[in-house]
């Protein structure tokens, strides 16, 4: 089983940047395409950016122009570079595979509030 860990999170200000981080144990990783999501509070789990094992990429338009994934196969690693945040871009942000196969980690809390 895989084990994912999530880190990066924080208080930001309204505009401001953070970059998310997921590590993955396993090799498994690199053949999987991956991708981010986030839970705010009382709302589901949704799907905020994907990344493929090449590195094609496909963002939710809560992202778009604002998000940017990567992914380093070598350290099996995927980020989520996060620019101009807003207030409803608080969650906690989770990785996964594209549809959510493995167990999910713990997370990283965004909290962008002045």
């Known amino acids: 089983q895989v084990r994912l860990v999530e880190s990066g999170g924080g208080l930001v200000q309204p505009g401001g940047s953070l970059r998310l981080s997921c590590v993955a144990s396993?090799?498994?990783?690199?053949?999987?395409?991956m991708g981010w999501y986030r839970q705010a509070p009382v709302k589901e789990r949704g799907l905020v950016a994907t990344?493929?094992?090449?590195?094609?990429?496909n963002y939710a338009d809560s992202g778009t122009g604002r998000f940017t994934i990567s992914r380093d196969n070598a350290k099996k690693t995927i980020y989520l570079q996060t620019n101009s945040l807003k207030p409803e871009d608080t969650a906690v942000y989770y990785c996964n595979t594209e549809k959510g196969a493995w167990a999910w980690g713990p997370g990283t809390q965004v909290i962008v509030s002045s």
């Open positions: 396993g090799s498994i990783f690199v053949i999987y395409t």
């Open positions: 990344i493929s094992s090449l590195g094609g990429t």
